[in-house]
């Protein structure tokens, strides 16, 4: 292969087995970028249980992440991965205690606001009717809009003490918070107008290069607001 072959035609560093509008795939995605990992994507359907996606990940969830001739699940796993062998820019402060603040916040996202919202909201109006699941059960919608309100309120609570959600610098859990709201934020569920700090964390966060791709998607049948990908919002 030439040069410029390989300058036009470069080899994908990683591939992501994923969903669009998965948070733990978004979460990934803006990692790899943030680390400046070029990355093929592949949706993967999960719901259609294809052999080959069960043997990569036989816990049948997406992310899937192929990187370094190994084959990775669980996103918070991956993310730790990548950012050890991966270690700039970092992502994770060296002290011990805001390490712990990081995975805590991590956990929180991933487990607490995902059940309280995310479930209730994005699969709810979205994952369902691609899945080919029927229509939104109106009261896990009522409760997730219900909630996102605490937990607005409580990311809000954190940025009036720190510049990053968990501390002076951004971390993963930034990530991880900017992930599954990305995803609300698709179905036009985040009232950013509820505080201005949390609107001016989002902000930043959403005008990082890392976060192009995921500003990029499209998810057919529901088409893209116009304030998703605008940095005006
Ligand atoms: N703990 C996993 C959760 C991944 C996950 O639940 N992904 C969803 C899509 S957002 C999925 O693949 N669900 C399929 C299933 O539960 O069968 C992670 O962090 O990667």
């Known amino acids: 292969m030439g040069q410029s072959e390989k300058k036009w035609n470069p080899r994908p560093m990683a591939r992501l087995y994923h969903i669009a509008m998965s948070p733990y795939c978004r979460k990934v995605r803006l990692i790899l970028a943030e680390k400046r990992i070029e990355c093929e994507l592949i949706e993967e359907r999960y719901w259609e249980r294809d052999p080959s996606f069960l043997r990569r990940n036989p816990a049948a969830k997406v992310p899937v992440l192929e990187i370094d001739g190994k084959i990775m699940s669980e996103s918070a796993a991956i993310c730790e991965y990548l950012e050890e062998k991966y270690p700039n820019p970092a992502l994770m402060p060296v002290d011990i205690h805001q390490r712990y603040e990081v995975r ?57 003490q720190r510049s990053w959600l968990a501390g002076d610098m951004m971390s993963l859990a930034d990530f991880a918070a900017a ?55």
């Open 104 to 160: 805590r916040l991590v956990g929180w996202f991933d487990d607490k606001f995902h059940r309280d919202v995310t479930s209730k909201l994005v699969y709810e109006r979205v994952t369902k009717k691609i899945m080919g699941q029927g229509y939104p059960d109106s009261k896990n919608v009522k409760d997730g809009a219900k909630k996102i309100k605490y937990h607005l309120d409580y990311i809000a609570w954190l940025l009036e």
């Open 179 to 233: 992930a599954h709201l990305s995803a609300l934020d698709y179905i036009s569920d985040v009232d950013w107008h509820r505080n201005k700090a949390l609107k001016d964390w989002y902000a930043k966060i959403k005008s990082r290069p890392a976060f192009r791709s995921i500003l990029a998607d499209q998810v057919p049948g529901f088409p893209q607001p116009s304030h998703y990908a605008d940095l005006d919002f």
